[in-house]
């Protein structure tokens, strides 16, 4: 949708972004126990919040706010890293919300509308017309800019970023049903039996957790939700469902905002809730032409990265090259082992006649010599002995360590504390 640049930026300037980052993340098991899932590492030297953070400062939006609450001290302390940079004296900013009991003495965040609730007076002060809501925990790219435009072209006061998602797989998501208008004429928050799309057998119209409000309707709506002693005050559950039952709810296709998007492919979206899902998404990023494009210099992935010499790859005896093949290797690694279809965090080292392969390093991992990786998710600051194999032989690597249902071998510090204990 075409806007002249003078109303797209009085547009951007009537916005503000929440974000919601204070999810524990349960399905990535030990990969969360010390960090929000927003905080998990991705990408070779990304976060995952850098993302969405990323579609905000790409899109043009710079007053945003982080709502956290669960082991929030990674996250914050990458976003005071990372994310300093906005300049207040242009009106930009990036607001750190922590669960603080604003509201009263005894309430904690009770869930993500209630999250937003208890800021809405921050948020007030600012004078937005329009309230971005944005999961803080998903892999995408999109322009936000769009999404806004269409909002306003559309008059209704709430639209719901979607997408389509086979019928076996919407059980996890929100599912919607929409008319001939896009009108979101039922909401339904991870039904056990999604129904398909009109037109569409086996496909399902799914919430990816973007919404955009007229500012003074979402906060009438969040003041009514607060009221009900019945709500659980989160957006799938309650306040979306409120709204559509309204009729004030409209979908948009993420096709339409979707950056990087190119003919034939299906617009990039991933959810990386689970470790095989957080395996592969990574894993993906070896391809020679990955759906995920990182080396886009138009729409820049954002983030804190500590100034770290180049990788680098020692030996040239025969059995003894430090090699890599169809692999991300990040600043600080040093490898004199072999690498195949991996990606490596920061400061990885990868000794003489260790092999690791399909396998995501996070940083400060150290593989000893001889070690043999094979669809591993070795987690940060691990050291694996000199000899271990992991990942060849599924009965013994449950007993040591996390195995999913898919094979891969999740590894962390304290899994192997117990072995040497």
């Given at each position: 949708m075409s806007f002249e640049e003078p109303h797209r930026l009085r547009?951007?300037?009537?916005?503000?972004?929440?974000?919601?980052?204070?999810?524990?993340?349960?399905?990535?098991?030990?990969?969360?126990?010390?960090?929000c899932k927003p905080a998990v590492y991705f990408g070779g030297k990304f976060r995952i919040i850098d993302f969405?953070?990323?579609?905000?400062?790409?899109?043009?939006?710079?007053?945003?706010?982080?709502?956290?609450?669960?082991?929030?001290?990674?996250?914050?302390?990458?976003?005071?890293?990372?994310?300093?940079?906005?300049?207040?004296?242009?009106?930009?900013?990036?607001?750190?919300?922590?669960?603080?009991?604003?509201?009263?003495?005894?309430?904690?965040?009770?869930?993500?509308?209630?999250?937003?609730?208890?800021?809405?007076?921050?948020?007030?002060?600012?004078?937005?017309?329009?309230?971005?809501?944005?999961?803080?925990?998903?892999?995408?790219?999109?322009?936000?800019?769009?999404?806004?435009?269409?909002?306003?072209?559309?008059?209704?006061?709430?639209t719901v970023g979607c997408i389509e998602v086979p019928v076996e797989e919407a059980s996890g998501f929100g599912v919607m049903a929409v008319d001939a208008e896009q009108r979101i004429t039922d909401f339904l928050e991870k039904p056990a039996q999604p129904p398909a799309m009109p037109g569409k057998p086996g496909i399902a119209l799914a919430s990816m957790g973007i919404y955009v409000f007229n500012a003074q309707y979402l906060f009438d709506m969040l003041a009514d939700d607060a009221a009900r002693d019945d709500s659980e005050?989160?957006?799938?559950?309650?306040?979306?469902?409120?709204?559509?039952?309204?009729?004030?709810?409209?979908?948009?296709?993420?096709?339409?905002?979707?950056v990087g998007l190119e003919p034939g492919r299906e617009p990039y979206w991933r959810d990386v809730g689970t470790i095989d899902a957080y395996w592969e998404a990574n894993i993906d990023l070896t391809a020679t032409t990955p759906a995920l494009n990182l080396y886009d210099t138009a729409w820049p992935i954002w983030t804190y990265q500590e100034q770290l010499p180049p990788a680098k790859f020692v030996h040239n005896w025969q059995n003894r090259r430090g090699m890599a093949l169809e692999s991300l290797v990040s600043g600080g690694c040093i490898i004199s082992g072999e690498l195949s279809k991996s990606l490596l965090f920061s400061k990885c080292r990868v000794h003489s006649y260790a092999s690791v392969a399909s396998s995501v390093l996070l940083p400060e991992v150290e593989v000893g010599r001889g070690v043999r990786l094979n669809h591993c998710v070795i987690d940060h600051g691990c050291t694996i002995p000199d000899g271990m194999i992991i990942g060849e032989n599924p009965e013994l690597d449950a007993e040591r360590f996390y195995v999913t249902d898919k094979g891969i071998t999740l590894v962390t510090r304290q899994m192997l504390a117990r072995l040497s204990a």
């Open positions: 547009l951007l300037r009537r916005s503000y972004a929440f974000v919601l980052a204070g999810g524990r993340g349960s399905r990535l098991k030990q990969l969360t126990d010390v960090r969405v953070l990323s579609n905000c400062l790409n899109s043009g939006i710079r007053r945003i706010g982080v709502l956290t609450q669960y082991k929030s001290h990674s996250l914050l302390r990458h976003l005071q890293r990372g994310w300093a940079f906005l300049k207040s004296e242009m009106n930009e900013f990036l607001d750190l919300l922590p669960a603080q009991q604003r509201v009263d003495e005894r309430s904690w965040y009770k869930g993500t509308a209630d999250a937003i609730f208890q800021n809405l007076d921050i948020v007030q002060g600012y004078g937005a017309d329009y309230i971005l809501v944005l999961a803080g925990d998903h892999i995408y790219k999109m322009d936000y800019m769009e999404m806004l435009a269409r909002h306003v072209a559309s008059g209704a006061p709430c005050h989160d957006f799938g559950r309650n306040l979306i469902p409120s709204v559509v039952a309204r009729g004030d709810a409209r979908a948009l296709s993420f096709e339409t905002c979707c």
